[in-house]
């Protein structure tokens, strides 16, 4: 069973930044897809970023040049770095995995494993 652990979320003002962990507790981190999910209150959870075991990334265009997605296999670390934070990025941030999804998906279904989310809170 994969297990995901985000930390990292708090209050911050728009343009600082924030950056997000997620600690998997299985070896098999390595050779998962992952993905950095966010859910704002009222609204569907929407993907923003992904990575897969070769380095390749994919962004959602709100987040494109602002949020980088990185992992560390050897502490089997999954990170996001959020930089210039709008009012509009508040959400509660989530860690998915799957062994089967690709980089190019972002819907929720194709991700099996989540963390419990960490809340990202962004004031103008």
């Known amino acids: 069973q994969v297990q995901l652990v985000e930390s990292g979320g708090g209050s911050v003002q728009a343009g600082g930044s924030l950056r997000l962990s997620c600690q998997a507790s299985?070896?098999?981190?390595?050779?998962?897809?992952m993905a950095w999910f966010r859910q704002a209150p009222g609204k569907e959870r929407e993907g923003i970023a992904t990575?897969?075991?070769?380095?390749?990334?994919r962004y959602a265009a709100s987040v494109k040049g602002r949020f980088t997605i990185s992992h560390d296999y050897g502490k089997n670390t999954l990170y996001l770095e959020m930089n210039s934070l709008k009012p509009e990025d508040t959400a509660m941030y989530y860690c998915?995995?799957?062994?089967?999804?690709?980089?190019?998906?972002?819907?929720?279904?194709?991700?099996?494993?989540w963390g419990q989310g960490t809340q990202v809170t962004v004031s103008s």
């Open positions: 299985r070896y098999y981190f390595n050779s998962f897809c």
């Open positions: 998915a995995a799957d062994p089967y999804a690709i980089v190019t998906m972002f819907k929720h279904w194709e991700f099996t494993y």
């Open positions: 990575i897969d075991n070769y380095g390749a990334t």
